[in-house]
């Protein structure tokens, strides 16, 4: 999967929402509920600094397989 951005990766965790509760609750949106809303964030500004030209090289790697930008957590 290529580098993705912010948006892309709240925007998935919105369309492919996990069950989440906290205290016996379910948790509609894990990108607003205030106990969680902050982590996503704070995630989703790591995945946009993928995309910075400053940063880009030290945070993903040209996949040899399908020559897309791609985070370094998936290099083996």
Known sequence: MP???GDAYM???REQAAE???HGERVADVTTH???R???HT???LYDMQHDPKLRDDMTYVS???GERVGLS???
Do not use: E, K
């Open 43 to 45: 995630l989703a500004s």
């Open 3 to 5: 580098a993705r951005t």
């Open 74 to 76: 998936f290099i083996t």
């Open 11 to 13: 925007t998935g965790l």
């Open 20 to 22: 989440v509760y906290i």
């Open 38 to 40: 902050n982590g996503v």
């Open 34 to 36: 205030p106990a969680l």
């Open 64 to 66: 040899p397989s399908t």
